[in-house]
C-alpha cells in the first residue's frame, strides 16, 4: 500500500494511505523502533545478533528535520540528532501504526 500524504503534525507523523486509511504514529514511537543495523541490529549468518550498546536519545532524537522517499517502497527520517540511516518500508509503517 502506498502513502497519498506523509506530514508531521504536532508529534505524529500522520500517513492518508491510498486506500483512503489514515495512521497516526508517534515520532518518539518511530524513533524508538528505528530499523537500522545500529538501532535494531543485525544477524550474523549463525544468527548471532550485533548491536550497538543501548543509548540515551535527548529530546532532538525525537524532533523530525525530513523524510525522504526511498524508491516507492518506504521513507527514510532525519532526525534533528543527526541520525538518518533508518529505511522504513510502508508495510512496516502499517505495523507502527497497529493496522498490520
Not at 15 to 35: M, N, T, V, Y
Not at 39 to 64: M, R, V, W
Not at 88 to 99: D, P, R, T
Request: net charge negative; with cysteine; glycine share 12%.
Amino acid at each position: 500500500m502506498q502513502p497519498l500524504d506523509l506530514q508531521t503534525i504536532g508529534n505524529e507523523l500522520a500517513i492518508k494511505w491510498a486506500d483512503g486509511q489514515e495512521s497516526f504514529i508517534p515520532l518518539e514511537a518511530l524513533r524508538r523502533h528505528c530499523p537500522c543495523a545500529g538501532c535494531k541490529g543485525e544477524l550474523d549468518i549463525l544468527g548471532n545478533l550485533y548491536k550497538h550498546p543501548p543509548q540515551s536519545l535527548t529530546p532532538k532524537a525525537f524532533e523530525l528535520v525530513r523524510l525522504e522517499r526511498v524508491g516507492g517502497y518506504a521513507i527514510q527520517p532525519v532526525w534533528a540528532d543527526g541520525h538518518g540511516t533508518g529505511i522504513y518500508s510502508f508495510e512496516y509503517l502499517l505495523h507502527l501504526a497497529g493496522q498490520k
